[in-house]
């Protein structure tokens, strides 16, 4: 389904709690009004109208990596973010003889500091706006692919007009299933680079083991630095660029939070389902999750298998397997976390209320039964077609093939006028076209590349006939994957890029395998596309009937419904808090004892030696918790996260930076379908332990007195 049309709310919201706690909510920005005595209420100490003003701090300081979050620290554009966020850019910089990965990275100076991984960007909010009625034009009395286009060329258009700013990154995203639409619009820096990273035994300390559970002894920090040109504009790299200035960063909090304390925390929530239905739900938990995460269990042995006692190998995957491994684990929080609370039952329960009160009133059923109707059997359709869609990517894991599919895609665009081309195939996309395939170069080896689509082919090739996709059947028979890999010439970085621009009559007249493969399968893809359009189309129609009746039974109740999270910028309040687990009192704070207790010296607990001396020796300096009596290093609170929220800023009462979010509880992640407050904590590094860590181990002290902190 295309997210634009109906990114954060895919379906129908089902009934709220019968009285929301303050712990939950992703909350719009203009949406502050309506719960500023709320907030006042929990502890918050500035003006709630501030959080409602993207040109005033906090939120200024606030910024996007484009799948992660991050804030502005100080005024020379330091970037604080999580560290499993800046993974990718320690891979990409990472030789055995420089293992950036396990060791950690730290520029003397600012000539020091290494370009991120290509594609890597610093987005700058600057504007959320309404743009519903513009989208909605001519689209009203539509359906199908016709109302798919038009929705598609008025987000076009919107993003067209928003994007002749200079160096503006601009999207138009769902909320309410496509009943109201919003433009985000962001500065766009694309010179990125890596600024300072603790050691994996610091970043990862704890590693998958401890991966979505608490207690908890990581270190989840790292930091960036945003470039722009001489003249302030946003800049490809290049060596005369200075340091970003941002309008505003966050101050550092002199002194840490306590338990019972309010907190927030703003970023870019990536993906929840919480407006899914009841049907929805029941598919997901009963076939695409077990599924999805039987594939990922699987792929993770494999790369695994593969990359055993080879360190370039394990380097080129490390990424690949950290992202396998976390979706896989909380693949396995949302089974078990849908069973804690009997997600599907109540679902289902609070879904029948809402459906009570539109059929209580012959004008509702009148107004909203024909849209409950069709959206029922369109979600059962849309069900069955995403699992079959799930099996049937089996045959994409191949990069090279991936690279191919890409490239001639590309190439069947640019044959269109720009404006009627796919998103994600327009001249703004080209650089990020170019950088994806830019970082096959570090993340890619042929013999393991080949191991890996072996062994997504031989899961692919039990499907049933009419789920495999006829002409790839047809171009692998008779054919071996050695081959293919023998014979073509994409393994190359500067051949691939070649092909990026080239006309579809080269593509037809190419000899290379993997060419000739995503030619052979283009055609059926598109037909494919063609009918998910038209079925978007129709959901989109469907799904936001029925939201205006939803809005409209939250109204009656006298509730404020915030929007499922779609990777635009939100903020979410909590308190500072443990929680009881089944004889266990989970108190909020991890201290650095945890860490020596914890370290092994070997595998996921090897934390550095420095580090564990200083614990012994108690040397904490002035980053003691008066309350705890020794160093922090990891806190627990209720504010309400999700993907992308990796990276978040933590805030306290008077909006200084305490910490950052960078995790979850395994028992917690069914959160992303219902938020429950008793089960519901986030975890954050604490600032202390960054500070420390910074000063005692590091000595990144060029670093904190640029974000105003002496050290000790």
Same mark, same amino acid.
């Given at each position: 389904m295309k997210k634009f049309l109906?990114? !954060? %709310?895919? $379906?129908?919201?089902?009934? *709220?709690?019968?009285?929301?706690?303050?712990?939950?909510?992703?909350?719009?920005?203009?949406?502050? !009004? %309506?719960? $500023?005595?709320?907030?006042? *209420?929990?502890?918050?100490e500035l003006d709630a109208a501030t959080l409602g003003d993207l040109q005033r701090p906090p939120l200024t300081a606030i910024a996007s990596l484009g799948g992660c979050s991050a804030a502005f620290l100080s005024p020379q554009g330091l970037v604080a973010t999580n560290h499993h966020c800046v993974a990718g850019s320690l891979q990409y910089n990472s030789s055995p003889e420089n293992d950036y990965l396990t060791n950690g990275f730290l520029a003397a100076t600012l000539a020091d500091e290494l370009p991120a991984a290509p594609g890597s960007r610093v987005y700058v909010i600057e504007d959320l706006r309404d743009v519903t009625t513009a989208m909605m034009k001519g689209a009203d009395r539509l359906e199908g692919r016709a109302r798919y286009d038009r929705l598609q060329a008025n987000r076009t258009a919107l993003i067209e007009a928003c994007e002749r700013q200079a160096n503006r990154r601009c999207d138009v995203r769902?909320?309410?299933?496509?009943?109201?639409?919003?433009?985000?619009?962001?500065?766009e820096i694309?010179?990125?680079?890596?600024?300072?990273?603790?050691?994996?035994?610091?970043?990862?300390?704890?590693?998958?083991?401890d991966n979505w559970m608490w207690p908890?002894?990581?270190?989840?920090?790292?930091?960036?630095?945003?470039?722009?040109a001489p003249d302030g504009s946003s800049a490809t790299y290049a060596q005369d660029n200075v340091p970003f200035q941002p309008k505003a960063w966050l101050p550092i909090a002199s002194d840490g939070v306590k338990e019972g304390d309010f907190i927030m925390v703003a970023g870019f929530p990536g993906t929840t389902e919480r407006l899914r239905t009841a049907d929805e739900a029941r598919f997901y938990y009963e076939e695409l999750y077990p599924y999805q995460q039987r594939m990922l269990t699987e792929y993770g042995d494999q790369i695994e298998a593969l990359t055993?006692?080879?360190?370039a190998a394990q380097i080129a995957y490390a990424a690949t397997l950290q992202g396998v491994e976390n979706y896989e684990k909380k693949i396995a929080g949302q089974l078990a976390g849908a069973d804690a609370i009997s997600l599907i039952d109540r679902k289902q329960a609070e879904e029948s209320a809402f459906r009570a009160w539109i059929a209580a009133d012959p004008g509702r059923a009148a107004q909203y039964g024909a849209a409950l109707a069709e959206l029922d059997a369109l979600v059962a359709s849309n069900n069955a077609e995403a699992l079959a869609d799930a099996r049937r990517a089996m045959i994409r894991r191949g990069q090279l093939y991936s690279a191919a599919r890409l490239l001639y895609r590309w190439a069947n665009e640019q044959a269109r006028p720009d404006k009627s081309r796919e998103p994600g195939y327009q001249e703004r996309d080209r650089t990020f076209a170019t950088q994806s395939l830019q970082r096959i170069e570090r993340r890619y080896m042929p013999e393991i590349d080949r191991g890996?689509?072996?062994?997504?082919?031989?899961?692919?090739?039990?499907?049933?006939?009419?789920d495999r996709v006829k002409s790839f059947d047809a171009f692998m028979e008779g054919r071996e994957l050695?081959?293919?890999?023998?014979?073509?010439?994409?393994?190359?970085?500067?051949?691939r890029l070649e092909w990026l621009g080239k006309p579809v009559a080269d593509f037809k007249a190419s000899d290379d395998p993997f060419i000739q493969l995503a030619v052979a399968t283009h055609d059926e893809a598109m037909a494919r596309e063609a009918a998910d359009k038209a079925r978007s189309g129709d959901l989109q129609k469907a799904r936001s009937t029925v939201m205006e009746a939803r809005l409209a039974y939250a109204a009656s109740q006298g509730k404020t419904m915030y929007p499922d999270a779609n990777g635009s910028l939100r903020f979410t309040y909590g308190k500072v808090t443990g929680k009881a687990v089944d004889g266990q009192i989970w108190t909020p704070f991890t201290t650095a004892e945890g860490i020596v207790a914890k370290h092994t010296g070997r595998g996921e607990f090897d934390a550095p030696d420095t580090m564990i001396e200083l614990i012994k020796a108690k040397d904490y300096g002035r980053y003691v918790a008066p309350e705890l009596g020794t160093l922090p290093v990891d806190f627990l609170s209720t504010v309400d996260i999700t993907n992308g929220n990796s990276g978040s800023s933590t805030l306290n009462a008077r909006g200084e930076f305490v910490g950052l979010a960078f995790d979850g509880t395994i028992e917690g992640v069914v959160a992303d379908w219902m938020y429950n407050p008793a089960i519901n904590r986030t975890i954050h590094v604490d600032s202390r332990f960054m500070l420390w860590t910074m000063d005692k181990v590091d000595g990144a002290q060029r670093l904190l007195a640029e974000m105003g902190v002496a050290a000790d």
């Open positions: 109906l990114a !954060g %709310a895919s $379906a129908l919201i089902i009934c *709220a709690p019968a009285a929301l706690m303050a712990e939950e909510g992703m909350w719009l920005p203009s949406q502050t !009004g %309506a719960i $500023a005595e709320d907030m006042k *209420a929990a502890g918050l769902a909320y309410f299933g496509g009943q109201q639409y919003w433009l985000q619009q962001q500065l694309k010179d990125v680079r890596l600024t300072y990273a603790p050691a994996a035994g610091v970043g990862n300390f704890g590693g998958e083991k908890r002894h990581t270190g989840d920090f790292a930091f960036y630095r945003a470039y722009v055993e006692g080879d360190q890996l689509w072996e062994a997504a082919l031989e899961d692919y090739r039990v499907l049933d006939a009419e050695a081959e293919l890999y023998a014979a073509t010439e994409l393994g190359d970085t500067a051949k």
